[in-house]
């Protein structure tokens, strides 16, 4: 998605290799997941959604937020045509990845501003990857969903309502930030350096 593509252009691009480092990209969806994944000892940086990041920290789980992609949140919610406003989403169900991911955040955001309670007046409903939730919308099996870049384009093509782009209607937010376990980023504080140097680099290429 958009959230990664520093991860992507610096990859692609050689600023990794630049920096003498040595990277797989492994596609994780969910901030939930990548915890799991780092906790496990299988992932040591990602690009992770930073209110489920903090959640997890008061768990237990110590996470730093190092760096943001975007500083407001890349989501934006499309909903059926039939959904002429957003009050109209009361006793709806609206699509997401899973609980704790950005797409999780981004909902929650999107119903507070309007006034609605999650899981009260608007339902959610778990659809595991960020194309799910598009393929769900088509097939009419939720009232909305949030869509991230290139989705939206294809949604707004496709004649779904957009209700709200929180990328340029919602608060300045780092919605996708790269992180790490407290402990590894301590042990690691070179390589982080010359992560945030590559990383760098290619947010100004994109």
Do not use: C
């Amino acid at each position: 998605g958009t959230g990664h593509s520093g991860a992507w252009l610096a990859y692609e691009g050689g600023f990794f290799r630049e920096q003498g480092l040595d990277v797989t990209l492994t596609n994780i969806p969910s901030t939930s997941t990548v915890l799991q994944a780092m906790v496990a000892g299988q992932v040591q940086l990602s690009g992770i959604d930073a209110s489920a990041a903090i959640q997890a920290t008061v768990g237990g789980v110590d996470v730093v937020l190092l760096f943001a992609g975007a500083n407001r949140p890349l989501h934006a919610v499309f909903a059926q045509p039939r959904i002429t406003e957003p009050a109209a989403l009361r006793g709806g169900t609206i699509g997401i990845t899973r609980p704790g991911s950005a797409t999780h955040s981004a909902a929650k955001l999107a119903l507070h501003l309007w006034g609605l309670v999650p899981d009260r007046d608007v339902a959610f409903r778990q659809l595991g990857q960020n194309t799910a939730i598009l393929v769900a919308l088509q097939a009419d099996q939720i009232d909305a969903g949030l869509l991230s870049p290139p989705a939206t384009t294809a949604a707004r093509q496709s004649g779904y309502r957009e209700l709200i782009n929180l990328a340029t209607e919602g608060p300045e937010y780092p919605s996708v930030v790269v992180g790490a376990l407290r402990p590894w980023v301590a042990a690691h504080e070179g390589v982080v350096q010359r992560v945030a140097r590559a990383y760098a680099r290619a947010l100004a290429r994109f």
